[in-house]
C-alpha cells in the first residue's frame, strides 16, 4: 500500500511538483469557487474558462509554448469577457447570463480556431486539457503566486463578499465596498482560471473550482467549514486523481476532475445536505 500510495511521489519529481501545483490549486481556486456557488455563479465560471482562451491561444500562436504570453493572454481576454458582458447587459434587454453565454460560445470558437492555424493536434490538447505533470518551475511559481494574491485578496475582501453573497442590496446600502468586492472578486475569478489553464487546461480548470465546492455545500453549515473541506476535498481529490493518472496510465487533468466528481456523487449520497437526507423535516441553511 504504501509503494502505492507514496511512492510515485517520492520516487519521481514530476509527480512532486504535480503534487505541489494541485495544493496552490486548492488553496487558492477552491475558495473562489465556494463564493462563486454562494453568488449562484456556478456557471459563469465555466463561460469564463472558456473566455481565456483566445487570448492564450493569441499568446501561443505568437510565441509559441510561452508561459508569460499565454497567462497575459488569458488575463486580457478573461477580463474583455467579463467588461464586455457586463456593457451588454447594461445597454441592452439581454440578461447576464445570456451575454455571457454569447461571448463565451464566440471565445471557444475563436480559441480553437487560433491554435489550430499552428501547430499540432497535441498543442491543441495542450491547451485544451493541460498537462499537471509536465509543469516547470516557471508554472509552478505562476499557480503558487497566484493563489497566495487569491488568499490575500479573499481576506482583505472576506466581509464585503460574505455580505454580497447573502444580501447584496443590504451591502450597497450601507458600504462603499460594492463595486469593489464585485469586480475584485471577478478579477479573482479570472486569475485563477487562467492558473488552473496551465495545470488543467480551459476545459477542466473550473472542475477544481467548483466541484469541490459543491461537495462541501452538502456536509457544512457555516462558511468557515465550507471553505475548510472545499480545500480539503480538492487536495484529496487532486492526490487521487495523481495516483490514478499514474497507475492507470490515464491522462491526469481529467482523471482530477473525475476525482473532485466522486466526491461530489459520494457527498450528494452520504452527506446531511445530500439525496438520503432530504425526508428530513428540517433543513438547515447556511451560516456566516
Do not use: Q
Not at 495545470?199 to 452538502?218: E, F, K, W
Not at 490514478?244 to 449520497?269: K, N, R, T
Amino acid at each position: 500500500m504504501t509503494d502505492f500510495l507514496i511512492s510515485p511521489f517520492t520516487d519521481f519529481a514530476f509527480m512532486r511538483r504535480a503534487l505541489a501545483g494541485c495544493l496552490a490549486l486548492a488553496l487558492g481556486a477552491t475558495p473562489v469557487g465556494v463564493f462563486l456557488l454562494l453568488r449562484r455563479m456556478s456557471l459563469m465560471g465555466d463561460a469564463m474558462s472558456h473566455a481565456i482562451l483566445p487570448g492564450a491561444a493569441l499568446g501561443y500562436l505568437t510565441f509559441g509554448l510561452s508561459l508569460g504570453a499565454m497567462t497575459i493572454g488569458g488575463i486580457i481576454a478573461g477580463l474583455f469577457v467579463v467588461l464586455a458582458a457586463g456593457v451588454v447587459t447594461r445597454a441592452s434587454v439581454l440578461k447576464e447570463d445570456a451575454s455571457l453565454a454569447a461571448f463565451y460560445l464566440l471565445s471557444l470558437a475563436a480559441g480553437v480556431m487560433i491554435v489550430s492555424l499552428r501547430g499540432r493536434n497535441l498543442d491543441l490538447l495542450h491547451v485544451l486539457f493541460g498537462s499537471v505533470l509536465a509543469l516547470d518551475d516557471g508554472s509552478l511559481l505562476l499557480i503558487t503566486t497566484i493563489a497566495s494574491v487569491t488568499l490575500f485578496c479573499l481576506a482583505l475582501l472576506f466581509r464585503p463578499l460574505v455580505m454580497e453573497c447573502f444580501d447584496p442590496a443590504f451591502l450597497r446600502g450601507v458600504s462603499n465596498w460594492s463595486a469593489a468586492a464585485h469586480y475584485g472578486f471577478l478579477m479573482l475569478v479570472v486569475l485563477n482560471l487562467v492558473s488552473g489553464f496551465h495545470a488543467l487546461g480551459t476545459l477542466m480548470a473550473v472542475g477544481i473550482m467548483i466541484l469541490p465546492s459543491a461537495a462541501a455545500r452538502l456536509w457544512a453549515r457555516g462558511l468557515p467549514m465550507l471553505l475548510l473541506l472545499a480545500v480539503l476535498f480538492a487536495f484529496g481529490s487532486g492526490a487521487a486523481g495523481l495516483l490514478l493518472s499514474f497507475h492507470a496510465d490515464v491522462p491526469a487533468g481529467p482523471a482530477i476532475v473525475l476525482m473532485c466528481g466522486l466526491v461530489y456523487f459520494i457527498s450528494l449520497l452520504a452527506a446531511p445536505g445530500g439525496l438520503l437526507a432530504g425526508r428530513l423535516p428540517v433543513r438547515h441553511h447556511l451560516e456566516s
